[in-house]
């Protein structure tokens, strides 16, 4: 048995003896209904935050006051929860008071969704009890029927239970992506009408969906939901302009920049947020560079995209290193193009790019999804499997200190000096640091340096 689910179940069944109910809940019972391997094991208990904390005294009380524990164990975190009902939710987010309940049921029925609803009672025999508990599963909203109908369905009202937290909104379009449920028509309804209010929500919340969207699995349909729900053009309005701005057939017969964009989602397997959002906005400056002269034209598209693609991360608090890496994939996407004609050193110097594998794999969905021509892709990745990463990036035959004991004078010449010499290092010309030496006194005779 999978070490974090022997841990929960060991909670379960302390708190049991220590006379409290107790159960696992929520997305792990979701997931071993729907044969997945669960990240992560909640518990959910009738035991006060207080009671939990005097069993496990190195518990963390961080969210204490929404009654939620975390009882720290090898395997990794158990959050435990006291069952409880919630107040209003004025600020959309939090509710604004917190009643512990009696009852697992009165717990549940305060919760997301259908499928997220679900408790198990992992002590239980097989086929005990009556009603609603079958094998240890108690099930009061219908949550497996929903499961086994492949839909997303809130509990209750979907106004009312979408108005409570308006990140739900996202995390309903991002469990129907995942699992490939559809959407319930009232709470399609519901996020249609509340859509505008998302932008209510933090920053930081949206943008973590919105990664988790790209990159928990079937991302196209992901975003084929955003824009069905209304939510698109509210959180990622650069991304909705795509939709309608004609591409040349000749090079995108595809169709639109937003099919294009699709398509490559469509592509993406396990993707890191950086390529999965380099993807996402790698053609974002399109829209804005539209022209019609002779063809269809986007002149300087790569640049206004990557300055969009940084202006967007920066917006959802993405953290300035990966905000970088996906701005560098946008402004780098279409270098494949002239790989060919490339100086070696060029190349070389291209392919030590940070993070070049996913370079490569945005090039090799980018080809897919237009003219489906992966020439310039084999050669790149030919040229970074044979070539050893001491060749990619060499040590320095010269440095600085070199030239000035030369007589060179420290200035905007050294640099021209050093690429020089690098360039004809990468490219097998010079091999030693006498012939580096000899090409710098060619090249640069110190009476030109006056």
């Known amino acids: 048995m999978d070490a974090k689910r022997q841990a929960a179940i060991e909670i379960v069944r302390r708190l049991r003896e220590e006379g409290f109910q107790a159960y696992l809940v929520g997305g792990c019972v979701r997931d071993l209904v729907m044969g997945r391997e669960p990240k992560d094991y909640d518990v959910a208990t009738d035991a006060t935050p207080d009671a939990v ?12 006051q929404f009654g939620v524990v975390l009882v720290p164990r090898e395997a990794g975190d158990v959050e435990v929860a006291t069952f409880r009902s919630d107040g209003r939710y004025t600020d959309g987010r939090h509710p604004d008071a917190v009643r512990y309940a009696k009852s697992a049921e009165e717990d549940v029925r305060r919760r997301d969704f259908t499928i997220n609803g679900l408790l198990y009672d992992p002590l239980a025999s097989p086929a005990e009890g009556e009603g609603l508990m079958r094998d240890g599963l108690l099930d009061y909203v219908g949550g497996l029927a929903d499961i086994q109908g492949r839909r997303i369905r809130t509990i209750g009202d979907p106004t009312e239970r979408l108005s409570e937290d ?12 995942r699992f490939g449920f559809s959407l319930d028509p009232r709470a399609l309804r519901a996020i249609r009408n509340l859509a505008p209010e998302i932008r209510e929500v933090s920053l930081e919340r949206v943008r973590d969906e919105i990664v988790k969207i790209l990159t928990e699995g079937n991302a196209r349909r992901g975003f084929e939901l955003l824009d069905e729900t209304g939510l698109l053009k509210e959180v990622l309005p650069e991304v909705k302009a795509m939709q309608g701005v004609a591409q040349p057939p000749e090079f995108h017969p595809e169709g639109d920049v937003w099919t294009h964009t699709l398509m490559m989602l469509g592509g993406l397997r396990n993707p890191t947020p950086t390529l999965a959002l380099g993807v996402l906005l790698h053609d974002v400056g399109k829209p804005p560079t539209f022209s019609v002269r002779e063809r269809i034209r986007f002149d300087n598209h790569v640049e ?53 594998d996913e370079h490569l794999e945005l090039h090799r969905l980018d080809c897919l999804s237009s ?16 070539t050893p990463p001491q060749e990619i990036k060499p040590a320095p035959l010269v440095r600085g200190d070199d030239l000035i004991a030369r007589g060179y004078k420290p200035g905007p010449l050294f640099k021209t000096i050093l690429r020089a010499v690098e360039d004809a290092q990468l490219e097998g010309r010079v091999h030693s640091r006498e012939e580096a030496l000899g090409l710098v006194a060619q090249q ?6 006056a």
């Open 53 to 64: 904390v005097k069993l496990y005294p190195e518990s963390l009380t961080v969210g204490a």
């Open 166 to 177: 308006r990140l739900r909104m996202l995390r309903a379009v991002r469990f129907a992506a």
């Open 304 to 356: 206004v995209g990557a300055r969009m693609a940084e202006a967007i991360c920066g917006r959802l608090r993405l953290p300035s290193r990966e905000t970088e890496r996906v701005a560098e994939l946008v402004r780098h996407h279409l270098r494949f193009k002239d790989f060919p004609e490339m100086r070696r050193s060029t190349q070389l110097r291209f392919l030590r790019l940070p993070g070049f």
């Open 371 to 386: 003219h489906r021509d992966l020439t310039n892709y084999e050669l790149a990745r030919r040229l970074l499997e044979e």
């Open 444 to 449: 640069f005779p110190l009476s030109g340096t």
